[in-house]
């Protein structure tokens, strides 16, 4: 009965989850840095940060977020720091450039803050707020039981890890990982310019 539904929301969040944005972004340093392990526990963050969406749009707090400048204003600034600390840490972290050997002995501590870098990094983005929102009021329809778009939730919290789990995989492939550390100190600094470059996106855009 909701099949259309599903397809069209399953095609929309495709298209969204595949294009470039902090997500990518964080995903792809965690896992040429500290290789598919960490990255993995990155899309895993991400994956529950949907969820995070997922529930406000349920709840109705989205609709309070859009009505309320303040408030989504806040959060936008929040996310936007967020991003600029990540992007300040890996430029710091390209001035002591470790090697891929030495960078694979993680310790637990490593494996906490790649979930959470993934995890805050989605929940707080004001994007993805906007984008659940709108898929929320506009695709899934009013009369759509409480039970089925928990399921939809679930579903996109669960694509959404495949697809950077599958991206963790192959970035953190030895090849590919010394590939990409031939740049050293500069793909740390890339990586963190990027991330500074959408926080500013972030704060005049969203």
Same mark, same amino acid.
Request: with cysteine; aromatic share 14%.
């Given at each position: 009965?909701?099949?259309?539904?599903?397809?069209?929301?399953?095609?929309?969040? !495709?298209?969204?989850?595949?294009?470039?944005?902090?997500?990518?972004?964080?995903?792809?340093?965690? @896992?040429?840095?500290?290789?598919?392990?960490?990255?993995?526990?990155?899309?895993?963050?991400?994956?529950?940060?949907?969820?995070?969406?997922? @529930?406000?749009?349920?709840?109705?707090?989205?609709? !309070?977020? =859009?009505?309320?400048?303040?408030? %989504?204003?806040?959060?936008?600034?929040?996310?936007?720091?967020?991003?600029c600390f990540l992007g300040f840490q890996s430029?710091?972290?390209?001035?002591?450039?470790? =090697?891929?050997?030495?960078?694979?002995?993680?310790?637990?501590?490593?494996?906490?803050?790649?979930?959470? =870098?993934? %995890?805050?990094?989605?929940?707080?983005n004001p994007k993805a707020t906007l984008f659940?929102?709108?898929?929320?009021?506009?695709?899934?329809?009013? =009369?759509?039981?409480?039970?089925?778009?928990?399921?939809?939730?679930?579903?996109?919290?669960?694509?959404? %890890?495949?697809?950077?789990?599958?991206? @963790?995989?192959?970035?953190?492939?030895?090849?590919?990982?010394?590939?990409?550390?031939?740049?050293? @100190?500069?793909?740390?600094?890339?990586?963190?310019?990027?991330?500074?470059?959408?926080?500013?996106?972030?704060?005049? %855009?969203?």
């Open positions: 009965m909701y099949w259309a539904e599903f397809l069209t929301i399953a095609v929309a969040h !495709l298209f969204a989850v595949a294009s470039p944005g902090p997500d990518f972004v964080i995903v792809t340093r965690q @896992s040429v840095t500290g290789g598919t392990r960490l990255g993995i526990w990155t899309s895993v963050g991400v994956g529950l940060g949907i969820l995070v969406h997922v @529930s406000y749009c349920i709840l109705g707090v989205a609709i !309070l977020l =859009s009505q309320s400048p303040a408030l %989504f204003n806040a959060m936008k600034y929040i996310a936007a720091g967020y991003l430029i710091r972290a390209s001035f002591d450039p470790v =090697s891929a050997d030495q960078v694979d002995q993680q310790t637990e501590m490593s494996i906490k803050q790649a979930f959470w =870098s993934g %995890f805050l990094t989605n929940g707080l659940f929102l709108a898929l929320f009021t506009v695709v899934i329809d009013i =009369s759509t039981p409480t039970a089925v778009q928990i399921a939809y939730g679930v579903y996109l919290a669960f694509a959404t %890890f495949v697809w950077f789990a599958f991206l @963790s995989t192959i970035l953190g492939k030895p090849a590919v990982r010394e590939f990409m550390l031939r740049a050293g @100190s500069w793909f740390e600094r890339g990586m963190g310019i990027v991330l500074i470059f959408l926080a500013v996106q972030i704060v005049l %855009f969203a």
